[in-house]
């Protein structure tokens, strides 16, 4: 059976769609990110369909079940690379999406998802960058 | 006709190869690849085959046109995500892709790329710590 692999890359999970949703794909993709969501404490899950022609309403389901589960196991879920044809397509059917967010391309989808981390949590870094512009001055 | 999608992340190009390579595809992934180096100027190319029952002499011979392309192009690649089961059908058929680096996953497959770059170029970051460390002290 064929099977979307899923890949870490830092706090992300990347799945790159390329083949034919089918239920049994589908349902072994939703396993399969669960399970490394999990596995790997990953915050963020970034679905690229760059590679995806047409995008259907079962598509469309299924990437919002993906979005749903991610949320219950706390990570923000992105699609990415939508072609604008498809983009014109799935309004035309009624299908907008809802509750997904989307960026233009992995690397806004990054962005979206790193800015998204550091506004609930507060950016660490930042933090530390600071102690370092305003250095302790010892008076002689 | 089916196309392999090329995702740029940072200063690498990402490619998950998930559909059979016949003929079209993978000359077409190689123009694509090609145009992609130039236009972003990446120094480095990532291709997963972890969702690759079988690799044969086809796809074996199309890994090292792609590697080869790319070094061209100023480019290094890594192949990540080969299955036990390939690689040792691999060795079996012959077939040891000479020429061809690869890494367990993208993520150590990132390493090895961001190493390489900093042995041949030295590590630019390195400087502007150092500099950051030792503030320039005015007497008063």
Known sequence: MERVPVL???DILLVSIQIDM???VALQLQEDLADRIVSTGCHGVIIDISALDIVDSFVGRTLATIASISRVLDAETVVVGMRPAVAITL???GLSLP?????LNVEL?????ARQRAEEYGD????????ADTPAVTAS
């Open 22 to 24: 089918e239920d049994q």
């Open 124 to 131: 660490e870094d930042d933090e530390d960058e600071d102690e």
């Open 91 to 93: 309004v035309e059917l």
């Open 99 to 103: 509750g997904i967010r989307t960026a």
């Open 8 to 10: 870490k890359i830092g």
């Open 109 to 113: 989808g990054m962005d979206l998802l």
